[in-house]
């Protein structure tokens, strides 16, 4: 896989963890919005906002790495 495609796949990747992250953390806040992935995993029940906050904490390190890349 060449450097433009991975970056890209990481790219996508972070805006996926990104968005399901913000959603997990709207909706635990809030309750609205309740739409996120991260709901839905059995073994996060009653601890939505640590998973939504490690998912965004992912996100920005996708985006690091993809943001890595481009100087190779």
């Not at 450097?3 to 805006?15: F, M």
């Not at 635990?28 to 939504?52: A, H």
């Amino acid at each position: 896989m060449d450097d433009k495609r991975l970056r890209t796949v990481l790219e996508i990747c972070g805006t996926i963890a990104l968005v399901q992250g913000a959603m997990g953390l709207i909706h635990g806040f809030t309750g609205r919005l309740g739409w996120g992935l991260i709901g839905r995993v059995p073994f996060l029940d009653g601890r939505e906002v640590y998973g939504s906050i490690a998912l965004v904490v992912l996100a920005i390190a996708l985006f690091a790495a993809a943001d890595g890349r481009k100087g190779t």
